[in-house]
């Protein structure tokens, strides 16, 4: 071992520095170390170093990767911000104004302004020319201050992710443990990217985020290389997702005997450059390409485009117009005499001013970020937890409806403001800007979700069904020495008959509060304690016995390389932490002392292709839309030895097939029963239904008078031989060649026993023979076992996504799940969530096959496909690009193949697993050889294989953390579904005849046929796809009743989405469920929803490196970290206790002697901590503790806006509904501001037409756009709760003119705005009528003089009332935004105390200001008694505007309330033009 120290360590060190160097330097010490070779157990501990021990360790230190992980992000990161900075000023002026919809500021409304400040400077106007330029300045530089920070918000986040790696890397990182990482022996998920990789001298389970350029790896059989590497003695390059596996020329063929097999040794690789580099990369670049949001959309066609441009040049043109009949002397009477500077510039001007953007954009771009404060202060402010009752535990409570009462928080302007005047810094943690989170939630229509396992559902399954075998007949207990000698199965088949043997089934139910615990069903099951026992026995000793964990690990990385090759098979591992199961039932948890473990056999075998042959027939007779594959069969035996006593034991665990194979008994409670062919069948068929949707993994047992050893022994006894064995392909000899003699039962399987199963084996006690150390002995060893039961597990769906899918769909937004496994299995799991799974409920992104090629391929012989595995061969390094296979011809294609396993990982001492069992078997004599090992290489190292790479890193990393049931998937390589395979074998044999199944369990293998096994074409036939269809189950056992099928015509693979939508209807757009996803077509199939108008919101892993893009692709996305699976219940996935809040405690030391400059940072740590006890917590876990897991999560979240834990309390609901109620708030706001703009401008446009001078005045314009109508604007933004919001149905997009809307919004708007305007109007030509006839009745001698000082009196007296008038329309008019569902009796708009005060203070301000101007201007008095009657109809008429604009809201409100029945039945309807209705 300190060879393999110094080995790794000089390695290492060479990886870091240039190839050329680490090269030669490689070849020289291979020389130095070929006398170790034999020494050592792993192929990747055959180097060594001269330097001294005490200086070297196991690859990197965590100190040097972190800081090598910084310098590589940083080195990026500096290229972009070089890039961005290199741009030159007229670029980033033009990129602030050159997106229409992320701009609120245009290039005409620039020119406009200009050309109007213009037009009033010319006529002499300065005050007014000088307040637009002023504001328009203003403008440019916001605008283009938040384009800036908007282009370099991505840059700002990573560097805030390299601050935190910097600060554990100097500061926190002394402190981190093994037990900080990942369990190793975790089993693997889809939803985790974890890579075994030496740290500190220690193989940690490192998440994939961390890895670095020279880090050492541990690449394991069936899993995929996180980055282009090399192996460390032969050089053999990996690239990036390329798959280690074995080919068929080194595995051999099947055998036609039981052999033992080497395993397929782990590789130490060298990282050649850092894997999450390309990810960075991605977001740097892709993260302002989201599309515009909802809200951009309509601001951009309300403000920009309706108002600012055809507003704009309407009144332009029409006042021009106007102007220009004026001066040709064909203006009203009371047309005054100007010049041409005044009626054709200065009236334009003041008829268009109101329709500039002025402070709009100020308006617009604040209030966004003054409702992102909130979100952000909604999600770090801690709230008191309500008290949940939970003396049962088992009680149906809503963990969706938050654990806070949210609609008594309160959230804290100061806090909210500090947050605030931190995102107009430029805090980009929920990216504000690039990705606005309170706008896309406010109008969400599809929550999206790319993950299940420990997001959706729990962790790890769960026990759902358990089988055994029962007597229904109450039989006396018969004496031990009668015996049942019959060896004809008619005779058997009439006993059981006559016994009542039955298939039992219990059903348990999970609590959804507790990851693991369960419940039988049925409370009598107690009744069945006797058949349960040996099942809980069997659980502890070989499934949840912590001893075998490192060792079935490592087989089943062996068994995912070798089911690759064959196209039929796929590897499953049904082995997961049953313990509860155990715990129900009776045991305890020193249940297992008295047991010591004395040797693991794990043995695996082929299928006959002409078996496979039989099932995809009977596949297709079903119907089935893809062809099926098979579990590959494999077990796992533990030979226990039972103290005191020394009494040996067998307990077999395994795919039911291999396992009923085994068996010829057994127990049914009481004795030992034969295993009749119709017992075999029942079991057969349970397990082949159950496997359809979940794990299911059957039990044996048998005694034993001799143990084992050797390299089939496991790594226990063997010395680090390790061999397993393969038995020849359907080997239902059930060992009839073996002989009688040695097996332990002399009556063979009709024996039957009445004693117990732990005292069988006192009838061998006294004469013990030699332990079993070959082949043969090891088979006859596993023969004649007794049959226990089985159980299947299913992943259970977390009750809070429940609710959470029932709430949303209340609020009209899809909850949309894309899921990576096939039609079947994801159909049964979205009915656990409460997804319909009716008509149309789902679409397989799966691509269809080519008809050509798939018949090409069924033409071509079995014999010929032999020869094609051989060509295959050859060619398993080729690549494939864009995930499109490249067939040359029907013999030879280049394959790449990916198959998962959901397995426990291997415990790091297997890392030093060596081929010294070949070299054993290769060097043995013949009296002297213990193992028959077959189709080792002559060099260890060569053993592996490589197969070549997939398309993209994220297809390939499902390799080892899939579901049983696996997909074959062209475009992402996505190894087939297992449960798919395992459950169409069995459906076959079941719906078969009784010769088939009798031909299926009895038939003698045939040599020849073993020799047709395909090989490395398997995982991408064309045929591999999901099963979509299934016949009605008849056995009462079957864990489906339902009909499958998806008969209706919907689409199959992503490149026929769009033309179904485009020719045939949208029922893609409303389905709730796309099966064999892969992570390139996710997002396009987000791409196309968006195409659509959908508002996408993404759910997805923050612990996977396969979510990038379709992070980016979203609308806004949030990264969840998962709960993690663990081996077993009793150990932890990982800790964090001796780490916990390391990061607050640094910085509360560093900050001891804490001054004023430091009050921000306490004020932060008081809002994130909270004042409401400990039982306060933030729906968002604030980053007090830096860990490994949050560094990774903080790396891969770089695209998302909420980054969050999985057991965080966030609830979706809530921070939607106050998205909502924000935005249409933000959305009422902007409706009031461009309405008052648009009367402003038409009151002053008519006013041109009646050849009077403007009403408002360029400066009073400025004044009422500037200050009063976004002072009532902004109050109108406050929405009180409001239960409806949550019921309410969001818009679509709307990118183009629509002349009904626009009419509908013309006719309601107008409705509401016409009195006023129409009432200044008859008021102001009053005004000036009557200041005509009383200038006729007054007798001086200049006429024309005092016409003009008269007409200027009335105007001045005119323009101070309208001031104040139009301000007292605006706020009357404004009480029907304050509740826009709700009539004015029905709820008093006074409960907006922000309205209330702001409309109250403006109307005292200037009714105070109106009412001075009239009392010191003395000439005014005497006007002012012969003006009552324009006064009285100026103010009186608002009442009546207030009157007009409810019955305008009534109204408004009748055609909404229809607009929302009409978009739920579109919500609820996924009918087509082919649905059965």
Not at 55 to 79: C, D, F, P, W, Y
Not at 543 to 558: D, N, V, W
Not at 804 to 833: G, P, Q, W
Not at 1047 to 1053: E, I, M, Q, S
């Amino acid at each position: 071992m300190p060879k393999l120290n110094e080995a790794v360590a000089e390695t290492t060190a060479k990886c870091s520095s240039d190839k050329e160097t680490a090269a030669a330097a490689s070849s020289a010490t291979l020389a130095q170390t070929a006398e170790y070779s034999h020494t050592h157990s792993h192929s990747h501990s055959r180097m060594s170093s001269t330097a001294p021990k005490e200086n070297m360790q196991h690859g990197l230190s965590t100190k040097v990767a972190l800081s090598r992980l910084h310098e590589e992000i940083e080195k990026v990161l500096l290229q972009h911000e070089r890039e961005h900075d290199a741009e030159s000023c007229y670029c980033k002026f033009r990129a602030a104004f050159m997106n229409q919809y992320d701009s609120p500021l245009g290039w005409l409304s620039i020119g406009t302004t200009l050309v109007t400040s213009g037009a009033l400077l010319i006529t002499g106007m300065c005050w007014p020319a000088i307040c637009l330029l002023a504001i328009l300045l203003l403008d440019l530089c916001v605008v283009i201050r938040e384009s800036n920070l908007r282009r370099t918000e991505i840059y700002r986040k990573t560097r805030h992710a390299l601050s935190e790696l910097r600060l554990a890397e100097q500061h926190l990182s002394d402190n981190w443990h093994v037990s900080n990482y990942p369990h190793l022996s975790n089993p693997m998920s889809p939803c985790v990217s974890l890579q075994w990789t030496y740290r500190d001298g220690h193989i940690v389970n490192l998440p994939w985020a961390l890895l670095v350029r020279g880090d050492c790896i541990v690449l394991r059989p069936g899993h995929v290389s996180p980055g282009p590497c090399h192996e460390l003695q032969s050089r053999r390059h990996f690239s990036t997702g390329e798959i280690y596996g074995a080919s068929s020329a080194q595995l051999g063929e099947p055998p036609v005997k039981p052999t033992a097999r080497a395993p397929i040794p782990d590789l130490v690789c060298c990282l050649e450059s850092t894997p999450y580099l390309d990810n960075l990369r991605l977001c740097l670049q892709n993260s302002l390409n989201r599309p515009p949001t909802i809200y951009n959309q309509q601001r951009y066609l309300l403000v920009t485009k309706y108002i600012q441009q055809w507003g704009f040049i309407t009144a332009l043109i029409i006042t021009l117009f106007a102007g220009l009949l004026r001066l040709h002397g064909y203006g009203l009477a009371t047309d005054e005499k100007h010049n041409w500077r005044h009626v054709l510039i200065a009236s334009p001007a003041a008829a268009v001013i109101p329709l500039l953007p002025l402070v709009f954009p100020l308006l617009w771009i604040y209030m966004n970020l003054w409702g992102v404060a909130r979100l952000q202060c909604f999600l770090k402010t801690p709230q008191a937890i309500l008290e949940k009752t939970t003396s049962k535990s088992f009680e149906d409570l809503d963990m969706d409806t938050p654990a806070y009462d949210y609609d008594s928080i309160s959230l804290l302007r100061s806090n909210v403001l500090r947050i605030w005047t931190q995102l107009w810094k430029g805090d980009s943690e929920l990216l504000p800007r690039s990705a606005n989170l309170v706008q896309v939630l406010g109008s969400i229509s599809a929550l999206c979700c790319v993950d299940k396992k420990g997001i959706l559902s729990w962790p790890n399954p769960t026990a759902e069904k358990v089988f055994f075998l029962h007597n229904t007949e109450e039989e006396p207990q018969d004496d031990g020495s009668q015996l049942s000698m019959s060896t004809e199965s008619d005779n058997v088949n009439q006993e059981n008959q006559e016994r009542g043997i039955v298939a039992e089934v219990l059903d348990l139910t999970h609590d959804q509060h507790c990851p693991f615990r369960l419940e039988f069903d049925d409370h009598e099951w107690k009744a069945h304690i006797k058949s349960l026992k040996p099942l809980g026995l069997a659980i502890l000793l070989n499934t949840c016995s912590p001893l075998t964990h490192e060792h079935y690990a490592q087989f089943c990385g062996h068994v995912s390389a070798v089911a690759m090759l064959d196209k039929d098979l796929v590897p499953v591992t049904n082995r997961r932490c049953l313990c509860e199961l155990a715990k129900q039932i009776g045991f305890t948890n020193h249940a297992t002392d008295r047991f010591a473990l004395e040797g693991q056999l794990a043995s695996y075998r082929h299928l006959q292709p002409d078996v496979v042959r039989r099932d995809i027939r009977f596949a297709r007779q079903l119907q089935l839309s893809t062809k099926v594959k098979v579990p590959f069969p494999h077990s796992l035996s533990v030979v226990m030895r039972e103290n005191p006593g020394g009494y040996l034991s067998l307990f077999t665990q395994g795919t039911a097939d291999i396992i009923l194979d085994c068996c010829d008994d057994f127990w049914d409670g009481k004795d030992l029963r034969p295993l009749s062919p119709q017992d075999r069948k029942r079991a057969l068929d349970f397990y082949q239904r159950s496997a359809l949707t979940s794990y299911c993994t059957a039990f044996a047992y048998r005694p034993l008078r001799h143990g084992i050893h050797g390299a089939l022994s496991g790594p226990l006894h063997s010395n680090g031989q390790i061999a397993y064995l393969e038995l020849p392909p359907e080997s239902k000899l059930r060992m009839q060649h073996v002989d009688k003699s040695h097996c332990d039962f002399e009556g063979g399987h009709h024996v039957k026993l009445s004693h117990s199963i732990s005292t069988d084996s006192l009838l061998f006690s006294e004469s013990k023979d030699e332990d079993c150390n070959d082949v043969e002995g090891c088979f006859e060893m596993q023969c004649h076992q007794v049959f226990i039961g089985m159980v299947t597990m299913q992943y259970q769906a977390q009750n809070d996504i429940v609710h959470l899918v029932e709430r949303l769909e209340r609020a009209c937004i899809r909850f949309v799940h894309f899921s990576k496994e096939n039609e079947l299995r994801s159909r049964v799991f979205s009915e656990k969530m409460g997804l319909e799974s009716g008509w149309n409920c789902h679409i397989s992104l799966l691509s269809e096959p080519e008809p050509e090629k798939e018949r090409e391929r069924e033409k071509v012989p079995t014999s010929s496909k032999a020869k094609e595995t051989e060509s295959a061969t050859g060619n398993c390094k080729s690549t494939t690009n864009a995930g499109k296979l490249n067939e040359n011809n029907t013999n030879t294609t280049p394959v790449t193949t990916s198959t998962i396993t959901d397995t426990v990982a291997i415990h790091p001492s297997s890392v030093q697993v060596t081929c010294d069992a070949v070299d054993a078997a290769r060097t043995a004599t013949p009296t002297d050889k213990p193992t028959d090992l077959v189709g080792d290489p002559e060099d260890g190292p060569k053993l592996s294989y490589l197969l070549a790479p997939p398309n993209n890193l994220e297809s390939s990393k499902t390799l080892s953390c899939s579901a049983p049931g696996a997909i074959s998937n062209p475009d992402e390589f996505k190894p087939p579904k297992i449960g798919d395979s395992q459950e169409n074998d069995e459906l076959d044999s079941s719906k078969d005849s009784d010769e088939n199944a009798a031909l299926a369990l009895e038939s003698e293998p045939n040599p020849d046929r073993h020799k047709q096994r395909h090989s490395l074409d398997s995982a991408m036939d064309e045929n591999c796809r999901s099963l979509s269809t299934l016949t009605e189950s008849t056995d009462q056992s079957a864990p489906i009743n339902f009909d499958m099928s998806n008969r209706a015509k919907l689409p199959r693979g992503i490149e026929n989405i769009r033309p179904h939508l485009e020719q045939v209807d949208n029922v893609p757009l409303q389905v709730s469920l796309f099966t064999d996803c892969s992570a390139e077509a996710t997002r396009q199939m987000l791409d196309i929803m968006q195409s659509y108008g959908e508002i996408v919101v993404c759910l997805g892993s923050s612990a996977s490196n396969d979510n990038a893009n379709i992070f980016l692709q979203a609308d806004c996305s949030i990264a969840v970290e998962p709960l993690y699976p663990q081996v077993c219940q009793d150990v932890d996935a990982y800790t964090e206790a001796n780490i916990i809040h390391n990061k607050l405690n640094f910085q509360r030391q560093s900050r001891k002697t804490a001054t004023k400059a430091d009050e921000s940072f306490v004020s932060e740590q008081l809002l994130e901590c909270g004042a409401n006890g400990s039982g306060a917590r933030a729906m968002q876990s604030p980053a007090h503790t830096v860990s490994p897991i949050y560094l990774s999560r903080l790396l891969n979240s770089l695209p998302c806006s909420i980054a969050i834990c999985r057991d965080d309390p966030l609830s979706l609901v809530a921070i939607i509904e106050l998205s909502r109620r924000f935005s249409l708030g933000l959305w009422n706001c902007i409706q009031f501001w461009a309405c008052c703009a648009g009367s402003i401008s038409i009151l002053n446009v008519l006013c041109a037409c009646l050849s009077l001078p403007p009403l408002i005045t360029p400066l009073l314009g400025i004044y009422l756009m500037c200050i009063p109508v976004p002072l009532i604007g902004i109050s109108l933004a406050h929405i009180d709760l409001d239960p409806k919001i949550m019921s309410r149905a969001t818009s679509k997009k709307q990118t183009e003119y629509d002349s009904s809307a626009f009419a509908f919004v013309m006719w309601c708007y107008g409705c509401k705005f016409l009195v006023p305007v129409i009432a200044m109007l008859l008021a102001y030509w009053m005004f000036m009528t009557q200041s005509i006839s009383v200038t006729e009745s007054t007798a001086i001698t200049d006429l024309e003089s005092a016409n003009y000082a008269n007409f200027y009196q009335c105007l001045h007296i005119v323009r101070c009332c309208a001031l104040f008038a139009v301000l007292l329309h605006f706020a009357l008019v404004s009480i029907t935004f304050v509740h826009r569902d709700h009539a004015l009796w029905q709820r008093n708009p006074f409960r907006n105390h922000i309205w209330a005060f702001t409309c109250l203070g403006l109307l005292l301000l200037h009714g105070f200001i109106c009412s001075l101007q009239m009392l010191l201007d003395e000439s005014l008095q005497e006007y002012l008694l012969q003006l009552w009657l324009p006064i009285l109809v100026l103010f009186s008429s608002s009442l009546l505007s207030l009157f007009i604009s409810e019955l305008a809201k009534f109204q408004e409100n009748k055609v909404n309330t229809r607009y929302q029945r009409r978009a739920r039945l579109d919500f609820g309807t996924k009918l087509g033009m082919n649905s059965p209705f």
